[in-house]
């Protein structure tokens, strides 16, 4: 049977993709590529870590001669040339490239106890940098003002420059040990937990003489062993279904019926062994109660603390971002002051950015809460109708109609299921508003999402500036202080430009959500789940009056989101900032080829010429390598709750006895299996083909190994067919084909 699935009129199937959209995906699958092999980390590592070094330096040389104006060249010029300052620079560098390029190599992941190590630490290592950020941040700051009030403010630069340094060490240390790890760790939780929630609808028999040591492959998997039964939960604990002997004996009875050729391994649908283990006398396992305890959270109490800390990151960086411009050019004092003025909005924009991004990740873990709590209850909602089926099914329930004791009975149980199944779709409705939140922005979200555009774009102009201020020293030029307030000037102007472009934007998705709504009040059938909850409140013997597709079809539509429009302005601002480090390579170049420095007339060390050549060969390394990692980091790396799809490896090859006389369905590539439980994202019309979470229904998983390999001196099911990228198994053990109307 297959039932095609229309969302509503507004979701129509987009047109064909233009020439330079089709482009645009080849350029994206070239970074995706990239990303795969990890060439371009592994470069950016060894780069990083002798920027890190030479950063680590300076500030350290900062603090020892006590400078507050200049960074003194000639002073750690002849360090460096020094035994001492050889050997110190030497180790600092080797070390800090060494850890660098390793654990941009390693994962977090590794089994490997040394390499995951690197990989865990060397974040932490390079989080050191905020030392120097906070120092120059507070000597930029505390120089701009004094210059504007006419007072010599430079004795707070060492005592407040140091203070804030530690204090910043230890913010960023603390963020990322109790707060943004952790939370990396709960998304990728909830989203093998959604996947999880996806696979049901199938599980596995086996029989056994002794438990498995490694039970991965026996998740979902219901184990027999001799007078025992066992259930393995998908986090692969083992939990014991109690039965009575007599009870036991029944259940094998009744389990040799449906198995009649005793394979060792066979599948059928979580709801067929449940109704058996319940037909006799026995507690199924609390399958969705286990998932509920597994959904991964944050108490507020540190969600507080995490927006406390961002803001005060916030403060100390847009010192450092947004008031080194000044040491660039000479200005007059009318346009010092308006500079000066216009460098506190970026700031002050900084923290409350830095606040919104900090809302907005806590905002995405509730939202991948909400869709697993959501997937839960379609699957909790479609058991519970399958057992209403089967009682009002007289095929399946015979009764004798004499016996008014076992028709009471039964006419109880039913209006109990009834009234729990109104229950469920109820809490999934709430569920889905909850979530249908979650992915709608409001103004004022509105507002500092097109602030923090605003705010990329400006820091990819700053880097431009910086680097054309690193070519006017090179060539002993003066930063013209014109392009300066014009950079400054465009800053602004970028700021309120996506401000502007982010309300409009969201102001027509919220005016096409409200049309929708009028949509579905004015024509129920748009809306099917309030129309289910009325005809089961209304008559509580409906359940003939409604067909297991047609509910699954609707838990399907309320899975269909609008989300919130995104824009492209963090991945360009990436890619921009990559390109323009300019400024990065000449002083690391500097920093390595130091003794190659000549004394000029005025006793301040030069670049001979053979250093500009190496600089030049430097600033091509830089830009190719940080901007290919900037390319790939905003277009090729994955979102972080892209785990993959429902389908559970180890079950490809476990014989389905009910699949045999299964359609296959039609394999479109707008269908993939377990629909009823993938919570969908679906973009708005004008905005579809934006960079999303999960834009694309999920890619199923390949096995890497057979299941056969344990079962080799027993009796082997036949290998079944896979199902088609359309079929799904529903709760009642029948296959329906869902093409989405995408």
């Known amino acids: 049977m297959t039932t095609k699935c229309e969302t509503d009129i507004h979701f129509k199937t987009p047109p064909k993709r233009s020439p330079l959209r089709r482009r645009r995906n080849a350029e994206h699958h070239f970074a995706r590529k990239m990303h795969q092999h990890g060439g371009v980390y592994v470069a950016y590592g060894a780069l990083d870590g002798a920027s890190t070094a030479y950063g680590m330096l300076r500030y350290g040389a900062s603090l020892w001669f006590n400078d507050t104006d200049r960074f003194p060249t000639e002073r750690i010029h002849d360090w460096l040339i020094t035994p001492t300052g050889i050997a110190t620079a030497a180790l600092e560098s080797i070390t800090f490239i060494t850890y660098s390029l390793l654990g941009n190599l390693f994962d977090d992941g590794d089994k490997n106890a040394f390499k995951r190590f690197i990989a865990i630490s060397w974040p932490y290592v390079?989080?050191?940098?905020?030392?120097?950020?906070?120092?120059?941040?507070?000597?930029?700051?505390?120089?701009?003002?004094?210059?504007?009030?006419?007072?010599?403010?430079?004795?707070?630069?060492?005592?407040?420059?140091?203070?804030?340094?530690?204090?910043?060490?230890?913010?960023?240390?603390?963020?990322?040990?109790?707060?943004?790890e952790p939370r990396k760790s709960l998304m990728k939780k909830n989203a093998f937990l959604l996947m999880e929630v996806q696979s049901l609808g199938k599980?596995?028999?086996?029989?056994?003489?002794?438990?498995?040591?490694?039970?991965?492959?026996?998740?979902?998997?219901?184990?027999?062993?001799?007078?025992?039964?066992?259930?393995?939960?998908?986090?692969?604990?083992i939990e014991e279904v109690q039965f009575t002997g007599d009870q036991f004996k029944n259940f094998l009875k009744d389990f040799q019926k449906l198995n009649p050729q005793r394979y060792d391994q066979i599948g059928f649908s979580d709801q067929t062994?449940?109704?058996?283990?319940e037909a006799n006398g026995s507690?199924?396992?609390?399958?969705?109660?286990?998932?509920?305890?597994?959904?991964?959270?944050?108490?507020?109490?540190?969600?507080?603390?995490?927006?406390?800390?961002?803001?005060?990151?916030?403060?100390?960086?847009?010192?450092?971002?947004?008031?080194?411009?000044?040491?660039?050019?000479?200005?007059?004092?009318?346009?010092?002051?308006?500079?000066?003025?216009?460098?506190?909005?970026?700031?002050?924009?900084?923290?409350?950015?830095?606040?919104?991004?900090?809302?907005?990740?806590?905002?995405?873990?509730?939202?991948?809460?909400?869709?697993?709590?959501?997937?839960?209850?379609?699957?909790?909602?479609?058991?519970?109708?399958?057992?209403?089926?089967?009682?009002?099914?007289?095929?399946?329930?015979?009764?004798?109609?004499?016996?008014?004791?076992?028709?009471?009975?039964?006419?109880?149980?039913?209006?109990?299921?009834?009234?729990?199944?109104?229950?469920?779709?109820?809490?999934?409705?709430?569920?889905?508003?909850?979530?249908?939140?979650?992915?709608?922005?409001?103004?004022?979200?509105?507002?500092?999402?097109?602030?923090?555009?605003?705010?990329m774009a400006y820091s990819a102009i700053a880097s431009i500036m910086f680097s054309v201020a690193m070519l006017c020293a090179l060539?002993?030029?003066?930063?013209?202080?014109?392009?300066?307030?014009?950079?400054?000037?465009?800053?602004?102007?970028?700021?309120?430009?996506?401000?502007?472009?982010?309300?409009v934007v969201n102001h027509q998705h919220l005016q096409r959500q409200k049309a929708l709504q009028s949509i579905q009040q004015a024509e129920p059938?748009?809306?099917?789940?309030?129309?289910?909850?009325?005809?089961?409140?209304?008559?509580?013997?409906?359940?003939?009056?409604?067909?297991?597709?047609?509910?699954?079809?609707?838990?399907?539509?309320?899975?269909?989101?609008?989300?919130?429009?995104?824009?492209?302005?963090?991945?360009?601002?990436?890619?921009?900032?990559?390109?323009?480090?300019?400024?990065?390579?000449?002083?690391?170049?500097?920093?390595?080829?130091?003794?190659?420095?000549?004394?000029?007339?005025?006793?301040?060390?030069?670049?001979?010429?053979?250093?500009?050549?190496?600089?030049?060969?430097?600033?091509?390394f830089y830009t190719t390598i940080f901007g290919a990692r900037g390319y790939v980091k905003g277009f090729g790396k994955p979102s972080i709750s892209d785990v993959g799809s429902g389908k559970m490896p180890f079950m490809e090859d476990v014989y389905f006895p009910d699949e045999d006389s299964t359609p296959s369905g039609d394999a479109s590539p707008q269908t993939f299996n377990n629909a009823s439980s993938v919570v969908v994202n679906q973009p708005s019309v004008i905005n579809r083909h934006a960079f999303f979470d999960n834009p694309q229904p999920p890619r199923p998983l390949r096995r890497s190994s057979s299941i056969d390999s344990f079962f080799s001196s027993r009796q082997k099911a036949p290998i079944a067919r896979s199902l088609s990228a359309g079929d799904l198994i529903t709760a009642d053990n029948t296959a329906v084909s869902v093409q989405f109307g995408v």
């Open 525 to 620: 059938a748009l809306k099917p789940i309030p129309a289910i909850v009325k005809l089961f409140k209304e008559n509580r013997a409906a359940v003939k009056n409604l067909k297991p597709s047609e509910l699954k079809e609707a838990l399907l539509q309320g899975m269909l989101f609008d989300p919130s429009p995104q824009n492209l302005a963090q991945e360009f601002s990436e890619l921009m900032r990559g390109m323009s480090c300019l400024s990065k390579a000449q002083k690391v170049s500097e920093f390595m080829f130091n003794p190659l420095q000549e004394l000029d007339k005025n006793g301040h060390y030069q670049d001979t010429p053979g250093m500009l050549a190496i600089v030049g060969i430097s600033v091509v």
């Open 283 to 455: 507690k199924p396992p609390d399958i969705y109660g286990n998932f509920r305890k597994r959904i991964g959270r944050q108490s507020p109490q540190l969600w507080g603390a995490a927006l406390a800390g961002v803001a005060y990151g916030g403060f100390v960086d847009s010192m450092y971002l947004f008031m080194g411009i000044f040491g660039l050019a000479v200005l007059a004092s009318p346009a010092l002051l308006a500079m000066v003025v216009f460098s506190t909005i970026f700031s002050v924009t900084c923290i409350a950015t830095r606040i919104y991004e900090e809302y907005d990740f806590q905002r995405k873990l509730v939202e991948a809460q909400a869709k697993v709590e959501l997937a839960i209850l379609s699957k909790e909602a479609e058991a519970l109708f399958t057992r209403l089926t089967r009682l009002s099914n007289p095929l399946q329930t015979p009764f004798d109609p004499n016996d008014e004791e076992k028709t009471k009975a039964l006419e109880l149980e039913q209006l109990t299921l009834s009234k729990q199944f109104v229950d469920k779709l109820e809490a999934y409705q709430k569920q889905q508003a909850h979530l249908n939140a979650q992915v709608t922005l409001g103004y004022g979200s509105a507002i500092l999402a097109g602030l923090k555009s605003g705010l």
């Open 475 to 503: 060539f002993s030029t003066a930063f013209p202080p014109a392009f300066l307030i014009t950079c400054v000037v465009a800053g602004m102007a970028c700021l309120i430009g996506f401000l502007t472009h982010s309300l």
């Open 203 to 237: 599980c596995c028999f086996h029989t056994r003489s002794i438990l498995p040591e490694n039970r991965a492959n026996y998740k979902n998997s219901y184990i027999l062993i001799k007078n025992k039964l066992y259930y393995v939960n998908f986090d692969e604990a």
């Open 126 to 180: 390079r989080d050191l940098k905020v030392l120097k950020y906070a120092y120059n941040g507070i000597r930029n700051t505390i120089q701009a003002y004094g210059t504007v009030l006419g007072q010599n403010l430079r004795y707070l630069v060492l005592p407040l420059g140091l203070t804030l340094g530690i204090l910043s060490a230890l913010n960023r240390f603390c963020l990322r040990k109790f707060v943004i």
């Open 273 to 277: 062994i449940q109704n058996l283990i």
